[in-house]
């Protein structure tokens, strides 16, 4: 059964459409991304500051693409965080 779309927001990015959500978890802003074809896909969580933009999420988009992201696999979370105007990757 494929997640709920309450609260999820649309994006199409270079030819590709995702399903993006802000959320704040214990304190922290996170960016959660998914493709929105398939079911069981991988996700994108980014850690973000608190004052956010909407170029943030296609900025995500793109690091994930070049840093191995698959959103068309199903595996664990890819986790990056935005630190000093650019994203990195998390430490596990």
Known sequence: MPPPQKGYKTINHRDVQYRWIMQNRR?????VIEASAPVN??????????????????????FGNARGWKPNESGAPFRCK????VFEMAEA
């Open 41 to 62: 896909g991988q996700n994108l969580i980014a850690e973000l500051p608190r004052i956010v933009s909407y170029d943030m999420v296609t900025e995500a988009i793109d």
């Open 27 to 31: 304190g922290v802003n996170e960016l």
């Open 82 to 85: 935005w630190v000093r105007k």
